[in-house]
């Protein structure tokens, strides 16, 4: 591939239970180095595309308050998910040979991410998502210049909003719209002119994001699924390639929905024992992914 491309994680506490597959399926996926700011031990295996940075939340509070300058002593981890946006800013000197940079999530498995990271998207596009409704910060990557690094600086009162102590969803709110700036205007022409006659969101979507954000690459992956009974996605270990219930390929499968999760109200989610993988993954044809667990 003729693009360098890399995406920053900073995540502390306690890594989840299905973290040596992520991994796995991360080093599946050579196009894009992974690097991660942690305070968890280092991983069992580890790939040449999975970076670690070792490093104490504090330290890394510090750091954000350094190249920020401001104050950031929030004490809850996940508040990180709001400063997803500024990564390209905070890290750009790390980020200096790379031509694209990206945000990610730990809740999900990688299947063939050259499915949207390859050189015919990145001739053409400045930012590749995966879904068509707004940026998906669980894995976004933007083209690595001075507009997309210092574009969250145009957040209305950004310091107020990072250094608020609940997140409030900046990444795939106002800094989405900011990346999307008509998306708004297609809202508008779903909600009185297609939605009175039955017409799908995401059609109009399909139809109105090629000519409204010519440079962003919002299309639907299916990704993030709320699993129903009988539903099943399968993980190819081989191939490292995700197929779902309806056969299609995906880029990778985002756990959004199988977990406990404010998003979404129903008792039909993962469980203490969902993780059924009792030898190495390694060792297996396939994985099988639904709302039981994995297995």
Same mark, same amino acid.
């Given at each position: ?141 933007? !083209?690595?210049?001075? =507009?997309?690094?210092? *574009?969250? /600086? &145009?957040?209305?009162? +950004?310091?107020?909003?990072?250094? %608020? ?82 056969? !299609?390929?995906?880029? =990778?499968?985002?756990? *959004?929905? /199988? &977990?406990?999760?404010? +998003?979404?109200?129903?008792?039909? %989610? ?26």
């Amino acid at each position: 591939m003729n693009y360098k491309v890399a995406q920053i994680i900073p995540y502390f506490g306690k890594w989840p239970e299905w973290i040596e597959l992520y991994f796995y399926s991360c080093g599946r996926n050579p196009m894009v180095d992974f690097i991660f700011y942690t305070d968890c031990p280092l991983p069992k295996h580890r790939y040449k595309n999975t970076i670690f940075h070792q490093c104490s939340y504090e330290d890394y509070c510090q750091l954000l308050s350094e190249k920020l300058e401001i104050s950031y002593e929030n004490p809850h981890p996940y508040k990180l998910t709001d400063l997803k946006p500024f990564i390209g800013f905070i890290h750009q000197e790390e980020l200096r040979d790379y031509d694209f940079w990206g945000m990610g999530d730990l809740d999900l498995v990688y299947g063939n991410l050259s499915m949207i990271i390859n050189d015919s998207n990145m001739d053409r596009y400045d930012v590749i998502t995966t879904h068509n409704y707004h940026i998906a910060a669980h894995c976004c990557f933007c !083209r690595n210049n001075d =507009y997309y690094r210092n *574009l969250c /600086f &145009k957040i209305k009162d +950004w310091k107020r909003k990072i250094t %608020y102590e609940k997140p409030i969803s900046l990444d795939e709110g106002e800094w989405s719209d900011l990346v999307c700036p008509h998306i708004r205007t297609i809202r508008r022409i779903y909600k009185y002119l297609c939605r009175p006659f039955d017409i799908h969101y995401f059609k109009v979507l399909d139809v109105l994001n090629p000519i409204f954000h010519k440079k962003v690459l919002l299309h639907e992956y299916w990704t993030s699924p709320q699993p129903k009974e009988g539903e099943q996605w399968i993980y190819d270990i081989t191939s490292s390639r995700i197929t779902d219930f309806k056969k !299609r390929s995906l880029p =990778y499968l985002h756990f *959004l929905f /199988f &977990k406990k999760t404010p +998003w979404l109200k129903t008792e039909r %989610y993962w469980h203490n024992d969902f993780w059924k993988v009792q030898e190495s993954f390694e060792q297996k044809k396939y994985l099988i992914i639904n709302i039981q667990g994995i297995s």
